[in-house]
């Protein structure tokens, strides 16, 4: 079982909410990401983040935020959500003992209307 | 042109059947190859991955690079329904930290 956790798992929500999508890893991971999938596309990286205070934007334009004030919690932040948002979002840790390999959290389903 | 190439399927295959899934890509740089597997409302999850050239096994399953070809396969050995899921490749220049590139996924369903 993996220890990234995301919530909620699913949500629905009207145009112009914000809305903030969590993410918490009890591993202790420096470097954490967030990737956005859509059916029939590829994982694409809209954030990332090597360790607190850190935070860099992927590269997948993306209107949301990101924010990393404690190791294990990195939320991601749509200030007024639209349509045009409604995807599946990933987070993901890398453990720096390992060669490669993200840990990824079950997503959350965002569904705007 | 995508870095990664991904036939997405879906692939529907008998019990027990020899499975092959494959992608392309354009990077020559390259060095990291990796294979996830997602099961419906999950995320991805990392089944194994190779450094450089050559074949890597684990149990059912092998993977095999060919950085002439620019060409990389996984191949699943006496399918189960368990086996059932999508399978992304992903490649990265360098190990963790380094950026991953996803392919988009190839759908398999193993029939019991």
């Known amino acids: 079982e993996a220890d990234i956790y995301q919530t909620p798992r699913y949500l629905v929500i009207g145009t112009g909410k914000k809305i903030t999508l969590e993410c918490s890893q009890t591993?202790?991971?420096?470097?954490m990401y967030w990737y956005q999938q859509d059916p029939g596309m590829e994982l694409h990286l809209i954030h990332y983040s090597y360790g607190v205070n850190s935070t860099e934007k992927g590269d997948l334009s993306s209107e949301s935020t990101v924010s990393r004030i404690r190791t294990e919690h990195f939320p991601l932040t749509l200030e007024s959500a639209r349509p045009s948002h409604t995807s599946q979002y990933l987070c993901a840790s890398s453990d720096p003992g390992r060669a490669v390999g993200y840990t990824f959290g079950s997503g959350t389903r965002l569904t705007v209307v | 042109q995508k870095e990664v190439e991904q036939d997405p399927g879906p692939l529907s295959v008998p019990e027990g059947a020899i499975v092959s899934l494959n992608c392309t890509y354009s990077?020559?740089?390259?060095?990291?190859f990796m294979w996830y597997r997602q099961y419906s409302r999950k995320g991805p999850e990392l089944l194994m991955y190779t450094y450089s050239s050559g074949n890597k096994e684990d149990g059912r399953f092998t993977a095999q690079v060919d950085k002439s070809s620019k060409y990389i396969s996984l191949f699943i050995r006496d399918s189960q329904p368990s086996d059932s899921a999508t399978y992304l490749c992903?490649?990265?220049?360098?190990?963790?930290?380094?950026?991953?590139?996803f392919g988009t996924g190839t759908s398999l369903t193993v029939i019991p």
């Open positions: 992903a490649m990265s220049e360098g190990g963790t930290g380094n950026q991953f590139y």
């Open positions: 990077n020559s740089a390259f060095q990291y």
């Open positions: 591993m202790g991971h420096d470097k």
